[in-house]
């Protein structure tokens, strides 16, 4: 199994063993400060890797882009204006189709990359920072940011905020269910987990049994969509 990790100062690493060994694939990447990470569905071989800020309060490199699997990096920031990049998602029906959440907002290309436009009409928040995509209407993205969830039904045209129920507003990662996309997960920097089964036009909390601070990435179960994972910060590091 080939995998992808990308790090905190020590930009990407891959391993074509089941994580059994990782090997750095940094050449071309200008910033090490790599926050997202999406591979293309119908080719593989091309990545997209998101960057930010480094150790010096620089804002990092923008978007990079390989296409043979992590050998080499280009970057592709024609027109994103901000090149601090906390999440990346790619249309499943058209994988040249993209979005970009960034410290300055949403982009989109449609180009592979080739070129961004801001796609912020709604948007009342510029801190964007985890993005999915609806696989059965990809038109459909959701945001999460520091003040909720907002969601476009049109390709990011414009947004419109999702929070009735959401007790804590800082939203640090989203999950889709892959079966029932209408099922979203969201989870906060004050270390809760909320759940919605109506696209978002509720959501209810569901805590049970965590104890982090800070709930910084998640993930389902393809297999299995019931089966959640959550990332976290802790008090203990």
């Not at 591979?39 to 150790?55: C, E, H, R």
């Not at 999702?162 to 979203?184: E, F, Q």
């Not at 509720?202 to 993930?219: C, E, F, P, Q, V």
């Amino acid at each position: 199994a080939t995998l992808y990790a990308g790090t905190f100062d020590g930009g990407v690493f891959k391993s074509t063993n089941g994580a059994a060994s990782w090997s750095p694939i940094n050449t071309g990447l200008t910033s090490t400060f790599i926050l997202s990470l999406a591979i293309d569905p119908s080719a593989p071989a091309t990545l997209y890797a998101g960057s930010g800020f480094d150790t010096e309060g620089g804002l990092g490199g923008g978007v990079f882009k390989s296409t043979n699997g992590g050998g080499s990096w280009s970057a592709i920031n024609a027109g994103l204006i901000n090149p601090s990049v906390f999440a990346l998602a790619i249309d499943p029906s058209a994988p040249g189709t993209l979005y970009a959440g960034t410290r300055g907002g949403v982009f989109k290309s449609t180009n592979g990359g080739g070129s961004w436009t801001a796609m912020n009409t709604g948007l009342t928040s510029s801190d964007v920072n985890a993005l999915v995509i609806d696989p059965f209407e990809p038109a459909t993205v959701y945001a999460g940011t520091d003040i909720g969830v907002f969601k476009s039904t049109n390709g990011g045209g414009d947004w419109s905020a999702m929070n009735t129920g959401l007790t804590d507003t800082s939203v640090r990662a989203l999950a889709i269910d892959p079966s029932a996309p209408a099922t979203l997960y969201a989870g906060m920097s004050g270390g809760s987990v909320f759940k919605t089964t109506n696209g978002g036009a509720s959501w209810a909390g569901i805590n049970d049994g965590l104890t982090s601070t800070s709930i910084d990435a998640l993930a389902i179960d393809s297999s299995d969509p019931r089966t959640l994972y959550a990332a976290s910060q802790s008090d203990g590091g």
